[in-house]
């Protein structure tokens, strides 16, 4: 297994490092993080009020390491992705980050669905690269089984999307046709292909981490996501500035790894 440079930082707010408490300080608050889904043996979100996500066919959660860092993570196969509710979560206006990796890479293989897979519009690898189909497509090649952090963004006053690969923007467009938007039946579909195209556009994978903002997050606090909750063990209790130190190598660490397996 190959792993790209995934950018990290400090636990996000509504997160929690390893028993030591809620830490909520770094993205400004108005950043607001709605739902996190780490994948510690469950398909809850870490912040409480979001609801569960609803898998297409029950997976397994398996120990992985990524960027050096021991989690868990989710693994899902071809066209068994996961569903959730967003009502009263997002509306047009959202940042949605996933960190995850695909074991075929070929064609497209669809990551965000917006409309209840009724149209082949949506966020996709094609070919290993971001592609909002049908609008726009850029950055580097993702080969299979390499995990990566995919980041897309809509701002409502100005209908801008921006995707986002391993914290670096990657394309742009404006979504004057609402295809970013959620559809009325309020279900984000995730790694799971529309019914266009017989579902043939999708790929088994591992998902290690999903978080939603209310907000469109600026391109510093992209690049500072960090999606990997690590399990090293259980730490003793520490003081807030020992648990921040920790954070801080913990994020230099992640920053200069590159693994090969």
């Given at each position: 297994m190959t792993v790209l440079h995934i950018p990290a930082c400090a636990a996000l707010a509504g997160s929690t490092i390893l028993g030591l408490g809620t830490l909520g300080v770094s993205l400004p608050a108005e950043a607001a993080l709605v739902a996190n889904y780490q994948f510690q043996n469950t398909l809850s979100s870490a912040v409480p009020a979001a609801p569960d996500l609803?898998?297409?066919?029950?997976?397994?959660?398996?120990?992985?390491?990524?960027?050096?860092?021991?989690?868990?993570?989710?693994?899902?196969?071809?066209?068994?992705?996961?569903?959730?509710?967003?009502?009263?979560?997002i509306s047009d206006n959202y940042t949605i980050a996933a960190l995850f990796k695909f074991n075929q890479t070929s064609s497209y293989r669809k990551i965000f669905d917006f409309k209840n897979l009724t149209t082949d519009n949506g966020l996709y690898l094609?070919?290993?690269?971001?592609?909002f189909y049908d609008e726009k497509s850029g950055g580097p090649t993702v080969a299979a089984g390499t995990f990566l952090e995919a980041v897309l963004t809509?701002?409502?006053?100005?209908?801008?999307?921006?995707?986002?690969?391993?914290?670096?923007?990657?394309?742009?467009?404006?979504?004057?046709?609402?295809?970013?938007?959620?559809?009325?039946?309020?279900?984000?579909?995730?790694?799971?292909?529309?019914?266009t195209t017989s579902g043939g556009e999708s790929s088994s994978g591992s998902v290690a981490g999903i978080q939603i903002f209310i907000t469109v997050l600026t391109n510093a606090e992209v690049a500072n996501l960090d999606l990997v909750?690590?399990?090293?063990?259980?730490?003793?209790?520490?003081?807030?500035?020992?648990?921040?130190?920790?954070?801080?190598?913990?994020?230099?660490?992640?920053?200069?790894?590159?693994?090969?397996?």
């Open positions: 609803a898998p297409f066919a029950m997976g397994s959660f398996a120990p992985e390491t990524i960027g050096g860092t021991p989690t868990f993570v989710y693994n899902f196969g071809q066209q068994q992705g996961l569903s959730l509710n967003t009502s009263g979560l094609d070919s290993g690269r971001l592609n809509r701002d409502d006053s100005t209908s801008l999307v921006s995707a986002y690969l391993n914290g670096v923007p990657v394309f742009t467009f404006t979504d004057t046709s609402s295809l970013g938007v959620v559809s009325a039946a309020q279900l984000l579909n995730i790694f799971q292909d529309d019914n909750t690590p399990v090293p063990g259980p730490l003793p209790m520490l003081s807030l500035a020992a648990a921040f130190g920790w954070s801080r190598h913990l994020r230099k660490r992640l920053r200069g790894s590159r693994v090969s397996d």
